[in-house]
C-alpha cells in the first residue's frame, strides 16, 4: 500500500511539473499569446490557423527565454487597413506579420509568419501578451 501511495505522489509531481512551465511553449499557447497580442492592438482578425514551425531556448545572465516561430492564418470578418508606415500601428503590422501597408477586403485571409517570445517565471512561460502559461 505504501509503494502505491508513493507511486501516486511521483506522478502527480510529475503531472504538476509539466503543468508549471517545465515544457516549451505549443502551438496552443502561441496561438492564445497571438489572438491577445491581435485583440490588445485592435485588429479585429480572427486567427483560423496557427503553426509552430520552429523554437529555440534563449539563455542570457538575467533570463531564460524561448523563441516561438509560427506560420499562421488570419480572417479579415470586415475590410481592414494596416498602416505600417504611421508609427502608432507599427505593432499592429509586426503581428500581422507586415512590413508595409496593406489593405484586406472583408473575407480575406492573410498568411503571416512571425516570432513569439517567452520568458521564464517562477508560474511557467510569460507571454508577450503578459500572460502566463
Not at 499569446?33 to 538575467?62: C, E, Y
Request: charged content about 25%; some cysteine; overall charge neutral.
Amino acid at each position: 500500500m505504501r509503494g502505491l501511495l508513493l507511486a501516486v505522489a511521483a506522478a502527480a509531481t510529475i503531472a504538476l511539473g509539466a503543468c508549471s512551465g517545465g515544457r516549451q511553449p505549443n502551438d496552443a499557447i502561441g496561438a492564445k499569446v497571438l489572438r491577445n497580442l491581435l485583440s490588445s492592438q485592435g485588429v479585429g482578425a480572427k486567427l483560423i490557423s496557427f503553426k509552430k514551425v520552429d523554437g529555440r531556448d534563449v539563455k542570457t545572465p538575467s533570463a531564460e527565454a524561448y523563441e516561438l516561430w509560427y506560420e499562421a492564418e488570419l480572417q479579415f470578418p470586415e475590410d481592414y487597413d494596416a498602416r505600417c508606415a504611421d508609427e502608432k500601428q507599427r505593432g499592429r503590422c509586426a503581428y500581422l506579420g507586415l512590413l508595409q501597408d496593406q489593405s484586406f477586403k472583408k473575407g480575406e485571409v492573410l498568411r503571416s509568419e512571425g516570432t513569439l517570445h517567452f520568458v521564464r517565471s517562477d508560474k511557467g512561460w510569460v507571454g508577450e501578451d503578459q500572460n502566463a502559461y
